[in-house]
C-alpha cells in the first residue's frame, strides 16, 4: 500500500537527508561522572544536515538551506525532490558570496515573485555588524548551480556578540509590490533577553538600487506570540520559518530551544493573512494564533506547502541538531 511505502521512504529519506548534508563527522567527548572510564574513549558522532529554511519549487521538488557557520565547510544550498519511489538530495553549486565571503548561518529562503527561479536567501543576523545579508540568487535547476546577483543588509536594530544576543531573523517573506520593489518581511525568531516574543518586520526592496528600507513601523515591526505548549517560554522561538498559503495565510513554525540534545518540540500554528499592496503594514497577525499542530521530538525550522501524491497540507524541515535532520509531509486540519 502506498501509505506502508511512505513511511518506508521516510526512514530511508531521514538517513539520507543526515548523511548527505553531512558538513563534518566531529567526535565530541562525553564524561560520565557515574562511570571511572576514560572520557577520552567516550565519544559521540554528530551529524549535521538538517535544513534551516525551504522553499517550493513545484509539487515535488523543495529548494533548503543550512546554517552552517562561515567557518564551517559543507553545503549551504540543496534540492530535494520527492517521488514515489526515493527522495533525492542534490547540493546546489554556488559561484562566489560577495566581499563578506561565503555565508554564514543561513535561515531562511523565499521566492521573488515575478522573477523565474529568482529567490532571497537571509542569515540569521550580523555578528559584531558584520554578516546579517539577504542574497539575491538566481538558480539554474538543470545544472543545480546558484548565481548571485546581488546581496544587501537590513538595518541593524541590535548587534550580535559574545554578550548580546541581537537581530535574529528565521524567516522570510517576498511580496509581489511592484517590479522593481518588492516587500520584504522578516520574522525574527524572540526568545532572547533583547527580544523576548518574536517579531514580524518589514520594509521596501529596491531591486535596482539594491536596498531595503523600512518605516519607523516596519522597524519596530509587530510582536507574535506563538501557542503551544511550553516547558520553558524563555526557550521559545515564536518563529522559526513562515510559509503563505494559496489563500494568503501565513502559517508559521515555532520550536523550544532546550539545546543540541533535545528533547525537542514544535508548533505549526496559523499567524495571520498578508495584504501584499498595502506597504504601511503587509500583513495582519491574528489576535490569538490558531495552534494548528503540535510536533514532539522534532524541531521545525522549515515550512512550505503540501507534497503531490500525499494527503497532506503542509510539509516540514527539521534542524535536529546532534540527530541531523528530516523531511516529513503533514495533515493540519484548520
Known sequence: MIFTKRIKLFLISSI??????????????????STNLDPQKIRTLQLGGGSSGME????????????LKNYAKGIRLGLVNISDDAIVVSPIEIDAWGKEGISSDLESICAIPGRTNEFL???SGNWKGNFGRIFHIQLAISTRKAKVLNSFKPP??????????????????CLAYREHEKIIILGERGGSKYTPSGRLRWGI???????????KEGSNGVPVNAPGNWSDTQLKRSITDIHLDNKSTIWASASEDTGDAGPFYSVIYKLG????????????????????????????EALSGRQ???????????????????????????
Open 205 to 215: 526592496w529596491n531591486i535596482k538600487n539594491n536596498t531595503l528600507t523600512m518605516s
Open 308 to 334: 503531490k501524491g500525499i494527503n497532506c497540507t503542509h510539509s516540514f524541515g527539521t534542524e535536529d541538531e546532534n540527530y541531523g535532520g528530516v523531511w516529513r509531509p503533514i495533515q493540519i486540519d484548520l
Open 56 to 67: 517550493q519549487l513545484n509539487d515535488s521538488t523543495y529548494v533548503v538551506v543550512y546554517d
Open 273 to 300: 493573512k498578508i495584504n501584499p499592496i498595502n506597504t504601511d503594514q503587509p500583513f495582519t497577525v491574528d489576535d490569538k494564533p490558531s495552534l494548528g499542530k503540535e510536533i514532539h521530538g522534532f524541531k521545525i
Open 156 to 173: 541593524i536594530l541590535k548587534e550580535n556578540n559574545s554578550d548580546i544576543v541581537g537581530d535574529q531573523y528565521e524567516a522570510i517573506v
Open 16 to 33: 539520507a537527508m543526515s548523511f548527505l548534508f553531512v558538513a563534518c563527522h566531529s567526535y565530541h567527548n562525553v564524561a560520565d561522572s
Open 121 to 123: 536567501i537571509a542569515e
